[in-house]
C-alpha cells in the first residue's frame, strides 16, 4: 500500500465530509490551540454529542487558558460534573495554570514538552501537536483503531495489539507534512462515521480499497476483542441527612481518589463485602433505610451499588470535611451522576 496515495483518498473525502464541531477551525481558520487543548482533554473516554455542551459551557465562562487559569478549582469541578473522570478536571485546571503562569499562555508544539504538562498523555500531545499546529503526529484513538485493525485485518487481540495497530498508523500517517491535522481528523471521523463498530459503510469508504478486512468480507469481525472479565460489585449507603433549620449535609471528597475534590452527600465505605454504616452516622437511631432509594452506577473499573438512608441530626458534630447546605439555594446540577441520581430520588 501507498501511504501517500492512501492519505490522498482519506484527505479528498474528509475535505467534504468532515464532521462540524465547535473546537475545530473551519477551512482556511488558524486552529485554536487553547480549543483544542480543551476537547481533547473532554473527549478522553466520553462520546462527541455528550462534550459539545460542555465544551460550549467552559469556553463561555472561561474564554481564554489565563481565565481559566485563576478560575477556582472548585468552579471548574461544579462546571465538569456529569462528564466523569474528575482527576481530569483537576489537571486540566492544573495545566491552564502552567500554561498561563509559566508559559505566558503559549501551548508547547512539540511533543516532548507537551507530554511535560498535567494530564497530556501520549496520545492527547499528539493531536495537539498535529491539530493545533498542523505538525506531523502519530494520533491514534479508538477510531484510528478500529480502522487499523480492519485495514490490515489484524487478528491479535485488544488490549495486546495495541502497539501493532499504532505501528500500522505510524507507517500510513509517515510524510504527511502539509495536512497532518486534517488527515488525523480525517481517520477519527472515518472510523466515528463509516468504519463504525457494527454495520460498517463499507461502500461509502473512500479507502476500502485497501482494506483487507473489507475484502474478506467480514469487516465487522475486527478489531478482534479479548473476553471481557465481569466488573466487580461494590456496596454501601449513601445518606440524606438534615438538620432542624432543614439544611442538608453534604461531603467534599478528598482532593485524591475517585471523584476526587468533588461535592456529594455523604456515604459510607464501598466495599465488595455486605455493606455497612459509616462509622460517625451507625449509631444514629432515627437513621432507616429508604426502600426505594437504590443507586446503581457503573464506573470504569466497578459497579456501584448504593442503599439510600436517612435521618435528621439535632445535635452534635459533623465529621470532617462535611458541611450544611441550605436546600433552597442546591439544584444538584453541580454533582457528580452518582449522587445527582440519589438527589433525583429524593427530589
Known amino acids: 500500500m501507498n501511504p501517500a496515495v492512501f492519505r490522498r483518498s482519506l484527505l479528498k473525502w474528509y475535505d467534504t465530509h468532515k464532521r462540524a464541531m465547535p473546537w475545530r477551525a473551519v477551512s482556511g481558520q488558524t486552529p ?30 472561561w474564554p481564554s487558558v489565563e481565565k481559566l487559569a485563576k478560575a477556582d478549582q472548585q468552579d471548574v469541578l461544579n462546571a465538569w460534573a456529569g462528564l466523569g473522570y474528575y482527576a481530569r478536571a483537576r489537571n486540566l485546571h492544573k495545566c491552564a495554570q502552567v500554561i498561563a ?29 498535529s491539530i493545533a499546529f498542523n505538525k506531523s503526529a502519530n494520533v491514534v484513538d479508538g477510531n484510528v483503531e478500529r480502522v487499523m485493525a480492519r485495514i490490515y485485518a ?39 462515521t463509516i468504519c463504525t463498530p457494527t454495520s460498517p ?6 479507502v476500502s480499497l485497501y482494506c483487507k478486512a473489507n475484502a ?28 432542624k433549620r432543614g439544611e442538608i449535609l453534604l461531603h467534599r471528597r478528598p482532593e485524591k481518589g475517585l471523584l476526587g475534590g468533588m461535592i456529594g452527600f455523604p456515604t459510607s465505605e464501598w466495599t465488595e463485602k455486605k455493606a455497612a454504616h ?7 437511631k432515627s437513621l432507616k433505610k429508604l426502600p426505594n432509594a437504590k443507586v ?10 448504593l ?41
Request: with cysteine; proline share 7%; aromatic share 12%.
Open 296 to 305: 446503581k452506577h457503573v464506573f470504569t473499573h466497578f459497579e456501584l451499588h
Open 201 to 206: 459503510k463499507c461502500l461509502l469508504c473512500p
Open 32 to 61: 485554536n490551540p487553547y480549543h483544542v487543548w480543551l476537547s481533547e482533554i473532554m473527549l478522553q473516554q466520553t462520546t462527541v454529542q455528550a462534550v459539545i455542551p460542555y465544551f460550549l459551557k467552559f469556553v463561555k465562562t
Open 278 to 284: 459509616h462509622s460517625a452516622f451507625a449509631q444514629v
Open 216 to 243: 474478506q468480507g467480514n469487516p465487522e469481525t475486527y478489531p478482534v476483542k479479548a473476553e471481557k472479565k465481569p466488573k466487580p460489585v461494590r456496596k454501601g449507603y449513601i445518606y440524606w441527612i438534615e438538620n
Open 101 to 129: 503562569f509559566e508559559r505566558g499562555g503559549v501551548f508547547p508544539e512539540e511533543e516532548k514538552e507537551l507530554l511535560k504538562l498535567p494530564g497530556v498523555g501520549p496520545y492527547t500531545a499528539a493531536a495537539i501537536r
Open 154 to 192: 489484524v487478528n491479535e487481540p485488544l488490549p495486546d495489539s495495541k502497539e501493532t495497530l499504532k505501528s500500522h498508523a505510524a507507517f500510513l500517517a509517515a510524510g504527511e507534512t502539509k495536512r497532518a491535522g486534517d488527515y488525523a481528523q480525517s481517520l477519527m471521523d472515518l472510523g466515528a
Open 307 to 347: 442503599q439510600g438512608a436517612q435521618t435528621r441530626i439535632h445535635t452534635g458534630r459533623i465529621p470532617e470535611d462535611h458541611f450544611w447546605q441550605r436546600l433552597d439555594d442546591f439544584d444538584g446540577k453541580a454533582l457528580p451522576t452518582v449522587f445527582r441520581k440519589f438527589y433525583k430520588l429524593l427530589k
